[in-house]
């Protein structure tokens, strides 16, 4: 049953809060329908990611409803990537022999017009992980979604490839804010939405750029956290395939929201994950609206 909608307090209505109604409350009204979306719905979604992320991530999304499936066998992705709502792509642990099933199953989900996600983590941390990133971008991700040190470079190795910046760990160097420009031309080259995660999360198509403010400095002390915020992006993704930019930043702002509200009760990295998943759960209409904040940036 839907839930009634609480008035938003003055002190949360943003002057350039922005959305395609030029309402204020409507981006949170979009993260609710869309969180609920996914609750009613509980879409399948296949996510190739590294050992490090596979336990948050699976959790991460079955906290906000939907049914993760880590699934990333060569011999299995014909049978199985079909009944699967979006998949996620991430290259944290790549090696030579999941390239190939990365490849195999968006190149499924392209012919299929299964939306697919992907997170270059620590992108230019080698040729090699480059150069496969690169080959996925080509296959069409309906989103991109890095941070800020991960965009500039996957955006410079199609424009400036000499200039590729290399970074070593999977952490960002750069500030979101600085990575705006770079998401803007690896949008406009790929085709995707290009999300950019940071203290302020970045979402553009090329054209548009909406960020969304919440989250705490804290998640980045919790490995995956990037990761799982991706998966979540592809749940969303899910439920709405044809407004992929609107979905981007529904799942951030969803995920941000549920790290200020984990923090209430976090007394470091470790606690604020397990609030983190529970708030997920638990997170109401209220809750949102009193939090969300996002604002255009265009
Ligand atoms: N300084 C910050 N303040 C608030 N939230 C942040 C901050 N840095 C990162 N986050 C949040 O942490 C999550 C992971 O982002 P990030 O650390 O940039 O990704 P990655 O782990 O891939 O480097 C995102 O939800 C992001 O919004
Ligand atoms: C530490 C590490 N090493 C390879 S993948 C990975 C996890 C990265 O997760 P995130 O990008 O979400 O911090
Ligand atoms: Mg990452």
Do not use: Y
Request: glycine share 6%; proline share 5%; aromatic share 4%.
């Amino acid at each position: 049953m839907e839930q009634q909608t609480q008035p938003i307090p003055a002190t949360n209505i943003n002057p350039k809060a922005t959305n395609n109604h030029n309402q204020p409350s409507s981006w949170a009204k979009k993260a609710w329908r869309l969180l609920s979306d996914v609750r009613a719905q509980s879409p399948l979604i296949q996510c190739i990611t590294n050992f490090v992320s596979m336990d948050l991530m699976a959790n991460t999304l079955l906290s906000a409803g939907a049914s993760p499936a880590m699934l990333h066998s060569l011999e299995e992705l014909n049978d199985f990537t079909p009944c699967c709502r979006a998949l996620c792509i991430n290259v944290g642990t790549l090696t030579p022999s999941w390239l190939p099933s990365m490849k195999a199953a968006a190149q499924l989900c392209s012919q299929l017009d299964t939306p697919w996600v992907l997170d270059p983590v620590a992108v230019s941390a080698s040729g090699f992980r480059l150069k496969a990133c690169m080959e996925l971008v080509e296959l069409k991700p309906a989103v991109i979604r890095g941070n800020g040190s991960e965009i500039i470079a996957l955006s410079m190795a199609f424009t400036q490839p000499s200039k590729v910046s290399i970074v070593k760990g999977t952490d960002s160097i750069h500030e979101s804010v600085d990575a705006v420009e770079a998401a803007k031309l690896l949008a406009k080259s790929s085709g995707a939405i290009v999300a950019v995660s940071g203290a302020t999360d970045i979402v553009t198509d090329g054209n548009q750029v909406v960020g969304a403010h919440n989250g705490v400095a804290l998640m980045q002390k919790i490995t995956a956290t990037g990761c799982s915020v991706t998966a979540l992006i592809a749940a969303f993704v899910a439920v709405d395939k044809i407004h992929a930019l609107d979905a981007a930043v529904s799942a951030l702002a969803v995920f941000g929201v549920t790290g200020e509200l984990g923090m209430k009760n976090a007394k470091g990295p470790a606690s604020l994950r397990m609030h983190l998943i529970d708030a997920l759960h638990g997170l109401d209409e209220a809750a949102l609206e009193s939090h969300v904040n996002i604002t255009s940036l265009s």
